[in-house]
């Protein structure tokens, strides 16, 4: 299974970016896929940014700091996870990964815990907010 993100870039305070997440492998639908950034200079932070459930639950988790500025979608028939930033902050700067458990089908949990489940870390990519 790979989870490789992309559509990451550099924007100005303000800005927007459509993160993707491309999938491949089984029986991705059936659980809560989330993204993770790691700041430079810092490890990779625990909590995700965002996570998603399943399809059919209709389910979401946002991190306080993210809530109302980003929003996370799938499409299970292209293997797609996306993650709509808007009104990005400099804060924002980060590589951004997205990654699933296998284990969680409730997002908050994914985004809370699922951290250390995460067997595989796919390729990242960067966002830099600046002016």
């Known amino acids: 299974v790979q989870l490789q993100a992309s559509g990451g870039g550099s924007v100005q305070p303000g800005g927007s970016l459509r993160l993707s997440c491309a999938a491949s492998g089984s029986n991705l639908e059936y659980f809560a896929i989330g993204w993770f950034r790691q700041v430079s200079g810092n490890e990779r932070e625990r909590e995700a940014v965002?996570?998603?459930?399943?399809?059919?639950?209709?389910?979401?988790y946002y991190a306080d700091f993210v809530k109302g500025r980003f929003t996370i979608s799938r499409d299970d028939a292209k293997k797609m996870v996306y993650l709509e930033m808007n009104s990005l902050e400099a804060e924002d700067t980060a590589v951004y990964y997205c990654a699933t458990d296998f284990t969680s089908h409730a997002p908050g949990r994914l985004c809370s815990f699922g951290y250390y489940g995460v067997r595989y870390w796919g390729r990242g990519t960067q966002v830099t907010v600046s002016s």
């Open positions: 965002s996570c998603i459930g399943p399809n059919h639950d209709g389910t979401y």
